[in-house]
């Protein structure tokens, strides 16, 4: 079946826009993860969503940052006035359930740049 | 603070020799952990998972777990020029379901 997908693959923005990030899960898969990674840098948690609980929001760096899952299926990733430190590759993960043994798969990511 | 430390290299071995990769992490309550491989310009696969003491062999790879000692190891066998990657360690910690990962190692394979 199809992998995560994420969209766009780029994005290229100027500092203090706002921007959109989505993350399509794998099918059946009810948790679905946000992480960010900065050049040569290992992954940054940043949000956690399983089922319909609340999200755990503990690794967002700021309130500029927000995130949404609808349905429990699709999510949106959101950087309210962007700075150039947000500039990263934000990659999106889902697991079948949220087990310490579920394997997490990732989508491609999506590159963004502040300029 | 939990932490998950890996070497960031790059570790460079000759083809057909053994990559030895290691992981250590600080919290003791950790009960499985994952060795994902990210090549450049790529999102990090889920290569092995090991949950109990002792090594867990899969072709050519061996991760060795070491609770202990609160090391983790992956063996690559017979490198090849393909396994050139960075290699991520990571592990739920905290008591949470959500895995924290190292900065990774760089793996050099040259022929």
């Known amino acids: 079946g199809a992998g995560v997908s994420q969209s766009p693959s780029n994005k290229v923005t100027e500092k203090g826009k706002d921007v959109e990030l989505r993350c399509d899960p794998i099918?059946?898969?009810?948790?679905l993860y946000w992480y960010r990674q900065s050049l040569g840098q290992g992954l940054e948690f940043l949000i956690y969503?399983?089922?319909?609980?609340?999200?755990?929001k503990s690794g967002l760096p700021s309130d500029r940052f927000s995130a949404e899952r609808t349905g429990g299926s699709v999510s949106t990733l959101t950087i309210q006035r962007t700075q150039q430190e947000d500039s990263a590759v934000y990659l999106c993960?889902?697991?079948?359930?949220?087990?310490?043994?579920?394997?997490?798969?990732f989508g491609p990511g999506t590159r963004l740049t502040v300029l | 603070q939990k932490e998950v430390e890996q070497n960031s290299g790059p570790l460079s071995v000759p083809e057909g020799a053994i990559a030895s990769l290691n992981c250590t992490y600080s919290?003791?309550?950790?009960?499985?952990f994952f060795w994902y491989r990210q090549y450049s310009g790529k999102s990090p696969e889920l290569i092995m998972s090991?949950?109990?003491?002792g090594d867990k062999e899969d072709g050519r790879f061996t991760a060795q777990l070491n609770k202990a000692s609160q090391y983790v190891s992956l063996l690559i066998r017979d490198s090849q020029p393909s396994d050139s990657a960075t290699y991520l360690c990571?592990?739920?910690?905290?008591?949470?379901?959500?895995?924290?990962f190292g900065r990774g190692t760089s793996l050099i394979v040259h022929p």
């Open positions: 099918s059946g898969h009810t948790a």
């Open positions: 969503f399983q089922g319909n609980s609340a999200p755990d």
């Open positions: 990571a592990h739920p910690s905290g008591g949470s379901y959500i895995p924290t």
């Open positions: 090991i949950y109990s003491n």
């Open positions: 993960a889902s697991s079948l359930t949220s087990g310490r043994e579920d394997t997490q798969y």
């Open positions: 919290d003791r309550g950790s009960q499985s």
